[in-house]
DNA sequence: GAGTGGTCTAGACCACCAA
DNA sequence: TGGTGGTCTAGACCACTCC
């Protein structure tokens, strides 16, 4: 579903409820399909039954409908018809700003480090920038940003001056992607990632992997390694 | 957006190329942004004008630049237009499957075991039923599931047999919720969930602490926590 | 083959808010 | 207060896929 229209939200009152908004009518399917008026694997009446019962266009019901597939709680097949899901994937939307955007979020003051910052050759990549730095939030670490990034897909790399903007602000506006992905994991935070977060050796860290490509080309890959008691959360 | 049409994508070829399809616009507006053709903090042209230059109607334009204000790509407000984000805030989305599910996508056999069940009193929510359980995957341990129910938020709760069933998947048909939140974090096993899992105890696991409501009333509150080693993945 | 969802159109009204 | 996005409508054609 789109985003934007996640929140505190009121219902458009257009029409004066002469005709159902495509929000009234997903709120109406969803009243049923908890209600278990439709139970889970059961097949619901098509776009135009459901147009003429709540008396408004196909067009609304199609965008109402679209919407609860998108949040995992039905299933549509042309010809096959819609089905309300028998063991719904929920699915949360997950937010990732720009670091500095992230602390800023919080009410502190983001700080930002460069520790690390050489050329490198990365397998299958071809030659890199390696960077490491650091952010703080009112001055205590909050996370280490480890990444390469590719000479061959980032032009006007070598320019950049990651001792200025961090690579990952400078990324955002110098190189597009076209699609990547994201891993949470835990790890024990190494020597190394210990002493520059100021925590003790081994201590639980939440990782954030992310890597991504633009069309076939990899243009960076980086672990975020936050600091002890750090937390990412979502919405459903 | 509707998440069916993520994946493998072919452009619908309606009417022969006669006028553009939603998708075509949204890749035409995305080369500008990307192009930096329109660069970030940039007022793009209305909807009406990109009608008029893509040969399509405005509702195609509009479903595009929808599209790509919900990826955080644009930021559109009435009267004032709409302009390339100057920071994107990307989305991920994140699938929730159940358990059992998620352990069979992996090509492993789900094993489950109640360890505790009990019930119990929660402040701020009242009587609880207190559940810990055991999700193993081809035998060795997955996650810990503890969590508590609200008695008051689910009707049947007592009768529920969560030896048999897990609470992660009766309560999916069983207690339908409006909204939750979901979050991420890095932990120490302690001694119980080390015994539990398996694993040493002090050993860095993820944990997911999720909680759903059914409007204002909450429904139930669990932590996972899965064995070291595990990652939660989403695309970008 | 035929039923269902996916999409486009052209026009319209409305809500919102920045100029 | 006027311009912009948000939405609805009624009709149409098409793509997919189950029967």
Chains 1, 2 share one sequence.
Request: charged fraction near 20%; charge should be positive; proline fraction near 7%.
């Amino acid at each position: 579903m789109a985003a934007g229209q996640r929140g505190g939200w009121q219902p458009p009152l257009h029409r004066c409820g002469v005709s159902a908004t495509w929000q009234a009518v997903r709120a109406a399917v969803l009243d049923r399909i908890r209600a278990r008026d439709w139970p889970p694997g059961a097949r619901i009446p098509d776009e135009a039954d459901l147009a003429a019962e709540f008396g408004c266009a196909r067009a609304t019901v199609n965008r109402a409908l679209r919407d609860l597939a998108a949040a995992g709680l039905l299933e549509r097949r042309r010809r096959g018809g819609t089905r309300v899901s028998a063991l719904p994937v929920r699915r949360a939307v997950l937010s990732i700003p720009v670091i500095r955007a992230e602390v800023a979020a919080r009410g502190m003051a983001h700080g930002y480090r460069l520790l690390h910052d050489t050329a490198g050759e990365e397998p299958g990549v071809g030659p890199v920038r390696l960077v490491r730095a650091l952010h703080t939030a009112d001055g205590a670490p909050f996370c280490l940003e480890d990444r390469w990034i590719s000479a061959a897909a980032v032009p006007g790399l070598a320019a950049a001056d990651f001792a200025a903007v961090s690579a990952n602000e400078w990324l955002v506006g110098n190189a597009p992607f076209t699609h990547g992905e994201i891993a949470f994991t835990a790890a024990a935070a190494d020597p190394a990632d210990a002493r520059d977060l100021g925590c003790a050796p081994g201590a639980p860290v939440l990782t954030v992997l992310r890597r991504t490509w633009a069309g076939a080309l990899p243009v960076t890959a980086l672990t975020l390694t936050h600091a002890p008691g750090h937390r990412v959360t979502a919405t459903l």
